[in-house]
């Protein structure tokens, strides 16, 4: 197990699309592995791929409070069966700021497990959100790109500035 360092916001290679995983082997379960130790290290209830500068097409998200019903999505793709919700939302990549952000409250998700076994199943409230956010950063696209151009800025300054002082 290890942790893996999350990119932040304005990382140009968070804006990678992510390619399809072709073949669910032991090294992407390792790699699940560790992006769950890494998500609940965080603490965060899901992570991209994406975000720890893998661009395969891999998910991880755990809602429960108890950390402890991780789902593993590879290939994740959604179609929406509910209707539109706002939520505060945040994201491991843009830490310290949440923002009011509108998705469906109801998708059916389809996706393979660990095992490259096709899965189906509807997802609600948090969960569908959540897996909404996470397909989002596998298209390159972050929750900041839903607000005001006027507030992604103020984030995207704040951000490089406390990157500058990590130096
Ligand atoms: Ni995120």
Redesign the pocket.
Known sequence: MALLEILEYPDPRLRTVARRVEKVDDELRQLAQDMIETMYEAPGI?LAAS?INVHRRLIVVDVSEEQNEPHILVNPEYEVTGALMEYQEG???VPGYYEKVTRFDKIQVSALNEQGEALAFEATDLLAICIQ??ID?LDGKL?VDYLSSLKRTRIKKKLEKQHKLEQ
Do not use: V
């Open positions: 899901g975000q994201c491991l990549s956010h996470e950063h929750f």
